[in-house]
């Protein structure tokens, strides 16, 4: 079974960092497409960055240039690097794990595997 624990979260003043981690078995990650989502309260979720399976990346227009997703295949974990942080993104942030459509869909659906999930929360 695919398992897939997130940490990392909590609560910073805006204009702060958070860096956010994913440990995944090894394979979760071989061949998959490999995302961050979010969900604020009563909004659908969002997805927020991707690494697709030839290792690159993707990212919402609203977190370019703040946020980097990267992977570290030796202890199987994957990050995300939150600089500049503001009010709204504050949400629960969850890992997941899907076939290669799922980078293309953007889907959550799509995604067959997710996280429990980690708070961020950003004060103004």
């Known amino acids: 079974e695919v398992q897939l624990v997130e940490s990392g979260g909590g609560s910073v003043q805006s204009g702060g960092s958070l860096r956010l981690s994913c440990a995944a078995d090894a394979y979760t990650f071989s061949g998959r497409c490999m995302g961050w989502f979010r969900q604020a309260p009563g909004k659908e979720y969002e997805s927020v960055a991707l690494i697709y399976s030839d290792g690159g990346t993707n990212y919402a227009e609203s977190v370019k240039g703040r946020f980097t997703f990267s992977q570290d295949n030796i202890k199987n974990t994957l990050y995300l690097q939150m600089n500049g942080l503001k009010p709204d993104d504050t949400a629960m942030y969850y890992c997941?794990?899907?076939?290669?459509?799922?980078?293309?869909?953007?889907?959550?659906?799509?995604?067959?595997?997710w996280g429990q999930g980690t708070q961020v929360t950003v004060s103004s």
């Open positions: 997941a794990a899907g076939g290669s459509v799922a980078c293309f869909s953007l889907r959550p659906a799509d995604f067959a595997y």
